[in-house]
């Protein structure tokens, strides 16, 4: 034990050390304004959350940003001390015991919950909390039945699964009042158990559900022998609001919550049981290392759980390198922002702030900019903010559209379902019936698009931590009023110029071989051949991630700008070159071969044809480079600024089945191995960035009034180049990958910003140029190709 506490008073003095500069210089920055708002928060945010810095970060419902001195003051104790796995007697061992006993008490202070009437048991998440509860009621002998509220987070919801005795969702809290109510009058039997689920907080409105139902439920169901426990998913809640366990009687039996969404580090949860009502957890049939005191395994399956809850239920080796950094975490929080009264008061001002303006919005026709999706019940809310943006013509402008506006701006924020089904049906107006019809035409989750036919599948949230400030405020309604507020309603044009007698010249021809990387400029006296899916050779290929075989795209992977693909049109091969570098070979044949070997012995092991998203039966070998000497067979490329990523190169899928002829072999130019054409667009999700920075801003800027573009006026119809006709698809849709700097892959404003202010229509999508595609009616007769320097007419 002398050793334990030598340790420990050596790790005390370390972060002493590690924080000194921060304790003396925030010790008095807690200093709540009469609105409860926190004046010190700048000051604090400039010492303690650096990574805060040039970004507007409105998503702490989420997770909330961690403090610069709880990562020192916990690398400064790993670095001092020796802590081993807690299940030994050794003296790491025993110095993780100690310290894991210390924070267990604390975190259970945190709460206000006293150790005889409460434990802590730490868990990954509160999703693992919440399935530890309904795993063990599951294994009771008789199952359990299961109601929860609509507004529960996804995790809640997925325990109905495990009722086998049914389950019921209570669709707001009138349906609460009315089964408490009829807990006296309902015939179960006394050993059949009930679990009653529900939000501390909805994490989709903030709003705060009532927190006495535990307390009614009990006393109801004492009346007639009931069985009926309570579980409160509490990680919304706890965030930002004090939860107060001091009374056994009138508090939840169980309590799920995550603390990095409070604390921001570490990645742990805890469920903290009433141990009252602990005995329904022993009914778990699975144990685990650490979780026994005896096991026979020979001619009896017998087991004898450990006699504490916490040690009964913690599964395996605790994480306890992060239980040791919760400690710092606890510490820092309190140094800085005070209690969590002080942190509700001043992020609910904020929230406040928010939706008062929000509310207040409106174009300059009068009609409001957003609505917000809260309750008709009254109640108290937390600093959570859902909403919908609309335009001056009251038509939703999809939420994807304007989460990509904000990754430009550098404002990060939440779009979609927020795991929260329940919330989002109501408010949207959505039934079941739409929600599978919305499916089966391949609406997803997390999708590109939260609008199906002009509907919402999802909401925008904002939500503020106590490091919130007024600054994140600021900036996001300067958002809101620089790009979605309409001031000025145009009238729209009485009839369109005529283009008929307009000619234009192609002045430049580029093809994108590699989706997503940089151009291969066409020579300019090299005509080029124009098949039903576009432009020859133009994103045949993609770079793939050899993990999940997934398509790699500027997106998520900026710096693919700088791989500069070049065609060997003589010998029929791709190469590439990092910008500024030596050419290398980005594929070979032996790398493909053996991904299609991992393909086809997947599918021998499952029984089904697993058709991977970048499909690898469509490789074609003979296109790829020969084996080059030297080169690996899937090269290391760079994504991001100082990571690498292993990848190979796949052949882009076709989107749709041919519907007109294959494409005719010119002497000109090899056509590209495309396997006949198609009327679908070149195999992709977006349209390539064509033109650079500077054309871009030149076309749309003030010099063309209402930012009225020539394409706009044959947004239908059709064009010629010399012999060669097109059908004029539609107009091209752009997102944020128009703003990467292509020289140096490096995301920057412009010009999405410029074009999200002038190209956006109906439903928010920002649209720039148009799609063209070969004539249906071209012969197979006809020379298909283009060239730099071909006259243009519009028809």
């Known amino acids: 034990m002398a050793v334990v506490s030598r340790f420990t008073k050596e790790s005390q003095l370390s972060f002493g050390k590690a924080s000194a500069r921060t304790q003396n210089d925030l010790a008095q920055t807690i200093e709540e304004g009469n609105n409860g708002y926190n004046v010190g928060v700048d000051d604090i945010r400039l010492c303690e959350y650096p990574t805060l810095t040039g970004t507007t970060y409105l998503d702490h419902a989420g997770t909330t940003p961690y403090a610069t001195s709880t990562i020192e003051a916990w690398t400064a104790e790993l670095t001092t001390n020796l802590f081993g796995n807690p299940h030994s007697a050794s003296a790491a061992s025993q110095l993780s015991t100690i310290r894991i006993d210390d924070i267990r008490l604390k975190v259970l202070r945190f709460f206000n919950a006293s150790p005889d009437d409460f434990d802590v048991v730490f868990v990954a998440n509160a999703t693992a909390a919440i399935k530890l509860v309904a795993e063990a009621f599951r294994d009771s002998p008789h199952g359990f039945r299961y109601g929860y509220h609509a507004d529960s987070h996804t995790s809640l919801v997925g325990c109905r699964e495990l009722a086998m005795q049914g389950s019921q969702c209570l669709e707001d809290d009138n349906h609460v009042d009315k089964w408490i109510s009829n807990i006296p009058h309902a015939h179960r039997a006394p050993d059949r158990l009930q679990l009653l689920a529900y939000p501390g907080q909805s994490n989709m409105t903030g709003r705060q559900l009532p927190l006495n139902w535990p307390q009614r439920i009990r006393e109801a169901a004492s009346k007639t022998g009931q069985k009926i426990y309570t579980l409160l998913d509490a990680a919304s809640f706890v965030s930002t609001s004090p939860l107060d366990l001091s009374n056994k009687q009138v508090v939840p039996d169980f309590v799920a919550l995550s603390f990095y969404k409070i604390f921001g580090f570490p990645d742990l949860g805890a469920l903290l049981v009433r141990k009252e009502s602990a005995d329904v957890l022993m009914n778990k049939a699975y144990f685990a290392g650490g979780t026994v005191d005896a096991v026979t395994t020979s001619t009896r399956n017998w087991y004898a759980r450990r006699e504490t809850i916490h040690s009964a239920l913690e599964e395996g080796t605790l994480p306890f390198h992060n239980i040791l950094g919760l400690d710092h975490a606890m510490n820092t929080h309190a140094r800085l922002f005070g209690s969590m009264e002080r942190v509700s008061r001043h992020t609910n001002y904020l929230r406040n702030q928010a939706r008062n303006y929000l509310a207040a919005a409106r174009h300059g026709n009068g009609t409001s900019v957003c609505t917000i999706y809260e309750h008709a019940q009254q109640g108290k809310y937390g600093p959570i903010l859902a909403f919908n943006l609309k335009d001056s013509l009251g038509r939703i402008v999809s939420a994807s559209e304007v989460e990509k506006l904000c990754i430009v701006k550098g404002i990060q924020l939440r779009t979609g379902g927020l795991c929260n089904p329940g919330g989002v049906s109501r408010h949207l107006g959505l039934t079941d019936g739409q929600i599978l019809s919305n499916y089966r035409s391949g609406y997803r989750c997390g999708g590109q698009s939260h609008l199906v036919d002009g509907t919402p599948t999802g909401v925008i949230r904002i ?103 070049h065609l060997d049109l003589v010998n029929r091969v791709i190469t590439t070159m990092l910008a500024n570098e030596s050419p290398m070979l980005i594929v070979s044949r032996s790398s493909i071969n053996e991904l299609n070997r991992q393909i ?106 209402e930012s ?88």
């Open 708 to 795: 009225r573009l020539t394409e706009d006026d044959v947004d239908a119809g059709k064009m010629s180049a010399n012999v060669l006709k097109m059908d004029i698809l539609g107009p091209c849709q752009r997102c944020q990958m128009v703003g990467i700097n292509q020289a140096t892959g490096e995301p920057q404003q412009e010009p999405f910003s410029t074009l999200a202010k002038t190209r956006r229509k109906g439903d928010g999508r920002v649209w720039f140029g148009v799609h063209a595609s070969l004539a249906a009616d071209m012969t197979d007769n006809q020379e298909m190709c283009i060239q730099v320097g071909d006259h243009v007419f519009p028809e």
């Open 600 to 705: 086809q012995r997947r599918a021998r092991e499952t029984g089904q044809d697993e058709r991977p998203k970048v499909s690898a039966s469509s490789f074609r070998a003979n296109i790829v480079v020969a084996e080059q000497e030297g080169l690996s067979d899937a090269e290391a490329l760079p994504y991001a600024e100082d990571h690498w990523l292993s990848i190979s190169i796949g052949k882009m899928p076709p989107e749709r089945h041919c519907i007109s002829s294959p494409s005719k072999t010119s002497t000109d130019i090899p056509e590209s191995d495309s396997g006949g054409s198609s009327r679908s667009i070149s195999s992709s999700d977006s349209s390539p960035n064509a033109e650079d920075d500077t054309t871009l801003s030149r076309r749309t800027s003030s010099s063309y009034p």
């Open 463 to 565: 939500s503020f931590g106590a490091m919130s400030t007024n600054s994140d405020l600021q900036a996001f309604i300067k958002f809101i009023e620089e790009y979605f507020i309409e001031r000025y309603i145009p009238s729209p044009p009485t009839c369109k110029p005529d283009t008929r007698i307009s000619q234009f010249v192609v002045e430049a021809l580029s093809v994108f071989p590699i989706k997503s990387c940089a151009p291969f400029r066409v020579p300019s006296d090299q005509r080029w051949i124009v098949t039903s899916k576009g432009l020859a050779w133009d994103r045949e290929w993609c770079l793939v991630h050899e993990g999940t075989n997934v398509a790699l795209s500027q997106k998520k992977c900026p710096r693919m700008a700088l791989l500069q693909p």
